[in-house]
């Protein structure tokens, strides 16, 4: 292969909701290259970028799986395509982040009959994030039921006025292979043979009215991004080098989203794409600088071949028998094999051993990777995703993936004892090579707690860790870490711990008054002992006794909070007394004193954001209420619709697969801690009932 320059390569992610085709059209765009031989498919399990178990087993993406390969634009021009196929199920989204981080251009996937979906809207928002180029393509136009026209209607009220027809569909539905081009006004004639050859003819006498007014709408949006072009376009119209530089800098600027058509799993299509990216999208060179963070300031990172080597890991995979491959994007200089960087985070530095091409799990050793391309690089001792390496010239980080927060929990344990530290070494191995999944033993409820996109993110980390560790755990709904506190104060609370055994005995005297302090103020202990009827060396353990009842609770066994103590009175015995006769007489005076201040539960309470199609929702908000939610607002984002509610963590067991049944798989929701607030008295009596019971049992 001739050397490729900089301004060669074009970086693309493929994005859509679930089930929108992007692992076959990266199937297609394989084929069509001459990169595979073989057309893969999903149902059979061959294709490249799903090669991982879980996700041949399932039949869906799960991880983003980098393949390149090489084409030539309209001009011969030889460019490298570097292609993130990422997954469309919510559960991975951050998969999708990551890859857009990385990426020039996004192809946007939507069902040409499902048309715009949860996943469409969700992507399309990250691309704003980090400014990629838009090109849609409408996928699966060979399908029954198939409607053009109603989804670019769709696509074009979702996301705006710049989304512009470039090619629309002669026929669709089983028939489909025919497409004609608006910029070229020609139209591509498709053999069925799935080889995706394709010979250009004019434009039929009865498509081209249609062929005209999409060429003309187009020309329009094109004008519309540039002033220049507008002026123009009143004055006598863009001639043909206007409209072709148009496409280009609308692209660049996100003023031009341009529309193509296919149908993947036929090979129909995919080369025009192909040429346009070529042609049209931008190369890590038209992409301008990346911003860093140096000592004293943010700078720019130019994509300069010549510059010194800095790099972006966005991805983390460990394979068995090969250990932890680190995916990157080169932004500036080259990096070859045996070099040596700074890793910017740690300050340790990290010595690229052999550096590799990938086309799914299929890798090919390079002895260099230049700016703007896409590698990965195998075995790096402390290097994890979102980490810059570069030269100790430059000692630069690039700014970090912000990934999404996790909208699932469950409490987890070995099955087999002594599998401890086994568990911890493989929660914190899938945390590295997944940031969406976080893992963390929570004290106050004495449970380990993983934390994910969902149902199927949760049980595919546990599937793994039985099949790379040999681990086998058992899951259940995390407690609730409710908390204790109360409503009014009681004055003048005793207790005396008296205790004779023979010899030297127990004696501790406290009188206390409890009293309610506002949300979120916490502890507060006031010593008010005069005169020395406690000895001031034991008050320190009237404040340790009241604070370890205080994290042992007293209704259900949870954190006590917001709460005043005051010490206004005791006594003492001069043989008897001791720190822990008072600390066990403090303990038991708050005990007494807190059941007859009104005590309550306190509940954490969340913010969600739920996002589903419209004709859903009297079944999502009738479920939010259900639960106890509080609906606080309701909006529109395009054709979605978007409760915002609050709703009881105790109510979200089983939220993400309810929600999913209710809309048939097409809303998704975020969650975000709020603050806490009291449990109403019919929840808070069967809540006491249930742990008093429970206590019961134990104490058999």
Known sequence: MAEIKPGQIRNITLIGHGGSGKTILTEGILYTTGAINRFGKIDEGNTVSDFNKDEIEKQLSINSSLVNTTWK??????????????????DFLGEVKAALRVTDTAVVLVDAFKGIEVGTEICFRYTKEYNNNIVFVVNKLDTENANFEETVSQIKESFGPEVAVAQFPVDHGLGFHNIIDVVKMKMYKFDTSGKGEYKIEDIPAEMQKKAEDYRQNLIEAIAAEDDVLMEKFFEGGLNEDDILQGLKNGLKVRKLFPVFCTSSINNVGVRPLLEFICDFCESPVDAGPAKGKKQGGEIDIIPDVNGEPLLFVFKTMSER??????????????????????????????????????NGKDRKEMTEAICGDLAAVVKLKDTHTNNTLCSKN????????????PNMTLAIYP??????DKMATSLHSFHEEDP?????????????????????????????????????????????PYRETIRKSVQEVEYKHKKQTGGRGQYGH???????????EGFEFVNEIVGGVIPGRFIPAV??????????????????????????FGSYHNVDSDELSFKLAAKQAFKKGFKDANPVLLEPIYNLDIKFPEEFMGAVSGDVSSRRGKILGMESEGRLQVIKCQMPLSEMSGYSSKLRSLTQGRGTYSRKYSHYEDVPKEVEQKVIADYEKKKAEENK
Do not use: W
């Not at 491959?325 to 500036?332: A, D, E, L």
């Not at 980080?397 to 999404?404: A, D, G, R, V």
């Not at 406290?510 to 979120?520: A, C, D, F, N, S």
């Not at 949870?558 to 005051?566: E, G, M, Q």
């Open 73 to 90: 634009g309209s001009k011969g021009e030889l460019c490298k395509l570097n292609i993130l196929d990422t997954p469309g199920y919510m």
């Open 321 to 358: 028998n090969v250990g932890e491959f680190s995916f990157f994007r080169v932004y500036s200089g080259k990096v070859s094999a045996g070099m040596d960087l700074l890793n910017v985070a740690t300050g340790k530095s990290e010595r690229l051993s052999q550096i590799f091409s990938m």
């Open 394 to 405: 430059l000692s630069v980080e690039l700014n970090p993936i912000q990934f999404p927060e």
């Open 415 to 420: 099955r087999r004892k002594g599998d401890e």
């Open 436 to 480: 969406t999944f976080i893992a963390k033993y929570d004290p106050d409820i004495a449970q380990t707690l993983i934390y994910g996109q969902g149902e199927i993110h949760l049980n595919t980390i546990i599937n793994r860790m039985k099949s790379k560790y040999n681990l086998e755990v058992d899951v259940q709904e995390p407690r609730i």
């Open 510 to 520: 406290v009188v206390i008054t409890l009293e309610p302090k506002p949300r979120g």
């Open 543 to 568: 404040e340790k006794g009241i604070i370890e009842i205080m994290s042992e609770g007293v209704l259900i066994g949870s954190k006590v909070i917001d709460i005043r103590v005051r010490l206004t």
